[in-house]
């Protein structure tokens, strides 16, 4: 599976619930940019506010009315990052350090790997948020041969 943005936030709150009902994980899933903590306590909504050439912390808000449509930021389903980690199939994150969502990355990474979920981090130097979509940029090339070798290791895994 892949995700980018809120796609990538479906995606991991789809595989909990799968797990949750006891169904089969995918062989693995690629997440570009996820926001993982729709309540944006993460650090990095602060410390990258100048940087991001996307998105400024009022995204939060229209989040919470157009995406959730009224539902708590806080519930796991909504923000994967307070959910549980255990027993999902291998993640493999990619993120730029410039993005208000840097954070959630790196600590859903550090709550995968706690929880034993096979989980990797890419994290790019100053690209806006979708760079992986830029095709005139070189780290967008980069980062889809990441994600072509990723998903290689996983299929070849979920064949044997």
């Not at 709550?111 to 096979?118: D, E, K, L, P």
Request: aromatic share 6%.
């Amino acid at each position: 599976m892949l995700g980018h943005s809120a796609g990538a936030n479906l995606i991991l709150g789809l595989m909990m619930r799968v797990r949750q009902r006891g169904l089969n994980q995918p062989a693995g899933a690629i997440l570009l940019s996820p926001p993982t903590d729709l309540t944006g306590a993460g650090p990095s909504v602060t410390t990258n506010l100048q940087r991001d050439a996307m998105f400024t912390p009022i995204i939060w808000p229209w989040v919470r009315q157009c995406y959730l449509g009224g539902a708590c930021p806080s519930d796991p389903e909504a923000s994967p990052l307070l959910g549980d980690w255990s027993g999902l199939a291998p993640l493999h994150f990619h993120v730029s350090d410039s993005e208000l969502v840097l954070d959630d990355s790196r600590l859903a990474v550090e709550r995968a790997r706690a929880a034993g979920t096979s989980a990797d981090l890419t994290v790019w130097s100053d690209l806006p948020h979708s760079f992986a979509f830029i095709d005139i940029l070189p780290e967008a090339a980069r980062c889809r041969v990441q994600i072509a070798q990723f998903a290689n290791v996983v299929l070849a895994g979920a064949r044997n």
